[in-house]
């Protein structure tokens, strides 16, 4: 099969579940799949940030990134979070390549606007993934190799964009036409709006969950997008919590406890 496992919130920092995810991984590699990690690593950007004087400032939750917070956010999604990660999973016995969107031409990236009729530039080097090419990927798994990517991408004008880890995963997901994708995020899952949590969601649900005010706030956001990428080839999404033990392996087995199925069944 081919994976997509896209890492974030506190398991993309902290080493307890950095060192327990990279053992699932690994098992993963050794099972014979091929597996993509995608990650962020907003927290470790923040403090970066302000350590360095440099303010931080969110517009309708999305980090306004000018051209200092840009240097700093390639520097630390491209450098230290994702080197931590190709140091953990080669503990592990795994290969693994440390690349960003920008490499290979990965990911080619537009800069977002907040709507339509927005000139203003108010979000600066913030992006959305335009087009994906695989090669490099491709590659890697020809010579059963991890690519370990960081959410940053190359432009129209050849300037970095910082890109949304989600969206950049999903991508990567329908390029390779991915079996499961998998969010590990601190949700765990999609929870309704009396905080239960949703087993299983299917393609065909999605809207009447969003109409009813079955899901609210964030979790409408997220459920579009899944519903997008699984449109579009991709096999199933899981949305899970990195502090079940072998979240992953389980998942992938359909016996986890825990976590969001969302697929395309009926």
């Known amino acids: ?11 993309v920092e902290a080493p307890r579940q950095r060192r327990n995810l990279a053992r699932q991984i690994a098992e993963l590699h050794q099972r014979g799949h091929q597996v993509v990690v995608v990650h ?12 360095l004087g440099i303010p931080t400032r969110f517009h309708r939750g999305l980090r306004v990134t000018d051209a200092a917070t840009r240097d700093v956010a390639v520097m630390v999604l491209a450098g230290i979070v994702n080197k931590q990660w190709v140091a953990e999973l080669q503990q592990q016995g795994v290969p693994a390549l440390g690349i960003s969107g920008g490499d290979a031409g990965l990911i080619a ?9 927005d000139r203003s530039g108010k979000l600066g080097f913030v992006g959305r993934p ?18 370990v990517v960081a959410s940053v991408a190359l432009g129209p004008q050849g300037e970095y964009l910082n890109v949304n880890a989600d969206e ?18 601190e949700a765990g899952g999609v929870w309704d709006a009396d905080r239960h949590l949703l087993p299983v969601v299917r393609l065909s649900e999605i809207p009447e969950l969003i109409e009813a005010g079955v899901v609210r706030d964030g979790m409408i956001p997220k459920l579009e997008s899944c519903a997008d ?15 079940v033990p072998n979240v992953l392996v389980q998942a992938l087995e359909k016996v986890v406890r825990g976590g969001t199925r969302i697929v395309k069944a009926a």
């Open 168 to 185: 950049f995963a999903s991508a990567i997901a329908v390029a390779l036409r991915a079996d499961r994708l998998f969010y590990l995020t």
């Open 109 to 117: 990236a537009r800069k977002l606007r907040l709507g339509a009729r």
């Open 130 to 147: 335009r087009s994906v090419d695989t090669r490099i990927l491709k590659v890697a798994f020809r010579e059963r190799i991890v690519p």
């Open 229 to 243: 990428t699984l449109r579009q080839s991709v096999g199933e999404i899981d949305i899970l919590s990195p502090d």
């Open 40 to 51: 962020g690593g907003g927290k470790l950007l923040t403090a970066t940030l302000e350590r």
């Open 1 to 11: 099969m081919t994976l997509v496992i896209k890492i974030g919130g506190e398991a």
